[in-house]
């Protein structure tokens, strides 16, 4: 799977939503870190997806970054 996101993003650099379904690949395989890289990336092209910005959130969450994740759920509340 990860080969198939990379070519994806490789392919289409400039399409947060190859960012944003690979962050949510690492997010289901407990890989905090990388999806929280992915995710920044998909919200750099596209800076109102919610959805990034809430998965961002759980991502930094799991990492004790709790600051950084209440202000990513709140603004994810503000945009939907």
Partial sequence: A???YRKAIAAEPNGYQNYFFFGNFHLSQSNWKAAEDMYRQAL??????AS???NLGLALKQQGKYAEAEQELLLTRKLR
Avoid: D, E, N, R
């Avoid at 750099?44 to 997806?49: D, H, Q, R, V």
């Fill in 52 to 54: 990034a910005h809430m």
């Fill in 44 to 49: 750099a092209i596209a800076p109102g997806l």
């Fill in 2 to 4: 990860v080969a198939t």
